[in-house]
T-cell receptor, first 113, second 114 residues
Framework: KQEVTQIPAALSVPEGENLVLNCSFT??????LQWFRQDPGKGLTSLLL?????REQTSGRLNASLDKSSGRSTLYIAASQPGDSATYLC????????????FGKGTKLSVKP | SAVISQKPSRDICQRGTSLTIQCQVD?????MFWYRQQPGQSLTLIAT?????????ESGFVIDKFPISRPNLTFSTLTVSNMSPEDSSIYLC???????????FGSGTRLTVV
């Protein structure tokens, strides 16, 4: 069974701190991995996509890495801001012909001013 | 890149009734995915909708409860039938934008059943 695990489940940091969110997955035959942000009661906003042939992607203050050998991905947020407060979800593409995403349970981030 | 318009954004419904959720994509896509997010939980795939064929449902989800239509390559609907309070969730549709650009989601439908 393909599973995605995110640690920690919740994180509270002061503004300006750098932080790392972790995502691990079973099944080393990973396709692509995507990080999303979800604000309370809202839909998902895509942050970064790492294709299976890539090791990292960067967008502004965000950097995501992928290590297939260890089954891990990390999302690094630099100089955190209160506006970064949200739930962060990582998801991997299911294998074979299914094409859907399999999600972790998310990390709820709170950045305090 | 694909943009999805999903509606309604939210609704409060009486138990025993049905609600149909619509997703319109601004480009043609082969597969559309429907997810459910129960309160405090992550997303769970309900079914995959392909144009011209029956939707494929995940374990625990059945067509009688969640009928899906996919009349063309840009549109799909999900109906939540005979609703109970346990159906209160956020429902989201999603497509793969293709060309290695990842998945995009509709803005979600927040359903409350009373």
């Amino acid at each position: 069974k393909q599973e995605v695990t995110q640690i920690p489940a919740a994180l509270s940091v002061p503004e300006g701190e750098n932080l790392v969110l972790n995502c691990s997955f079973t099944d080393s035959a990973i396709y692509n991995l995507q990080w999303f942000r979800q604000d309370p009661g809202k839909g998902l906003t895509s942050l970064l996509l790492i294709q299976s042939s890539q090791r990292e992607q960067t967008s502004g203050r965000l950097n995501a890495s992928l290590d297939k050998s260890s089954g891990r991905s990390t999302l690094y947020i630099a100089a955190s801001q209160p506006g970064d407060s949200a739930t962060y979800l990582c998801a991997r593409v299911a294998g074979g012909s299914q094409g859907n995403l399999i999600f972790g349970k998310g990390t709820k981030l709170s950045v305090k001013p | 890149s694909a943009v999805i318009s999903q509606k309604p954004s939210r609704d409060i419904c009486q138990r025993g009734t049905s609600l149909t959720i619509q997703c319109q994509v601004d480009s043609q896509v082969t597969m559309m995915f429907w997810y459910r997010q129960q309160p405090g939980q992550s997303l769970t795939l309900i079914a995959t909708a392909n144009q011209g064929s029956e939707a494929t449902y995940e374990s625990g989800f059945v067509i009688d409860k969640f009928p899906i239509s996919r009349p063309n390559l840009t549109f799909s609907t999900l109906t939540v039938s005979n609703m109970s309070p346990e159906d209160s969730s956020i429902y989201l549709c999603s497509v793969d934008r293709g060309q290695g650009r990842g998945y995009t989601f509709g803005s979600g439908t927040r359903l409350t059943v009373v």
